[in-house]
């Protein structure tokens, strides 16, 4: 079987997939034992034997009994975008041409979608954009990026290139003692982590007051950046967010940026959710002040509609992303007489997939204007459902929306939230995840799927009441 037959036969199937939801439980996700889903995927019988195509149309159709469905209105679980068929047409491409672009020589094509794409996002953020590199005159400045292999490689890049400018000759001598981190406590897990893996610990790590959202208030980051200069520490970034992992709040950062300015302080915005609605004209408002950032996260892979994953690492100023790492490898670093544009030196990653075009296609596949429609509707969605729950006496929301994740409980099931979540996702229809929250658990909603409408919501609510009321009796 060839390529061609054997593209034709999975994309059926994988049609079929999309469209139509399997009968009865599982409509979302079917968890079984690992042992019961490695025997159906006959595993070790294909690592003997061999697939060949017939063999990979059987795998596929044993695969997609244990997928998590992503296209399915039901799902509510994680920050996750099923994909369109510009994503998927991507994936497939970049999976049987396969380059690994961060040299241009090693994908003319990808490395130049990857540098219009990421000029596009700079100047959605409203930073100059640098033109083709064969153009440019040497004294002009701008700013710049590149496309990295999800948010929390991202925030390290980022990061990274910030300790970099704090602390020049880092690499030569290693960490200074004084560098601190300043961010809120509801911060995304990949800041501790990537202070971590940069040699900072826990106690390096200081968290300035926030608003009852959770969200950080500039009075905040200006007390912490105070008693910082006080303590005389060395402060690489404060970290802002745009929006929240957990409720979706967003950062006032034109406030934090005014602050962050005053103490000639780095401001890294991890807007890994949150910087998809910038592209949509009604809702760009929402990330006022981000273009007085110093760098930007921005993931495709959440709310544009692109498949896992690609992000943006975005800086006002490009100099600060191409000082970031110093190493050279003289097999691939030299000088050359030939066009085009080598990333490697932005990155962690030396080996690196064609991101670009996975986000490129996902816009492309209708247009920008599209993929914003497809977030304003999330969005409002979640607005539609966080009414819903302040006008039901057995329904309680932690904070209002801001964006498509909403943290709720109903009012007889509090303190039985993980239980009432295993309950629903074995029932198979609905799929949603849970958070602490301000001290207590709640149950998460994440509007991501196109089909999901208000009826879905409506009986997402009428399930989980019903659970609620039965919770303590079976
Ligand atoms: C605000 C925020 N930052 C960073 C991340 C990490 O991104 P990734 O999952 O792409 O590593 C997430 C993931 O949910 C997030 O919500």
Redo the contacts with the bound molecule.
Sequence with gaps: MNLQQLSAALSARLEAFQQSPPEGRGATVRLAPMGEIADSLALNQGLHEGLGGDGVERFLDAYLGYVTRLHSESFFA??TAPPNPGSTAAALIDGAVSNPMAIFEMGPAAATIEYALINRLLSLIGWPAPPWPEQRQTDDRYAAGVLVH??????LTALVAARTRVQPDLWERGNDPRLCLICAAE?????QRAAGIMGLGRRQILHAASDARGALTAAGVAAALRSARAEQRLPIAVIA?????SVGAFDPLDEIAAVCAEYGVWLHV?????GAALISPALRGRLRGIERADSV?W?A??MMRTG??A?AVLYRDEQACNAAFEQEASYLFHAKELPGFDFLHRTIECTKSALGLKWYLALAWEGEAAVARYIERCFALTRYAWERICADADFVAAVEPEANILCFRPVAATGQELRLRDRLISEGEFHLSTTLFAGSRWLRIVVMSPSTDEQTIDRLLERLRGLAATDNTD
């Design positions: 994680h920050q999800g948010g929390s490689l991202g925030t911060a995304h897990y990949a800041v967010t745009a929006c929240s992992t991890d807007a890994a959710h949150g996260v993931d892979h959440k896992p994953l992000t």
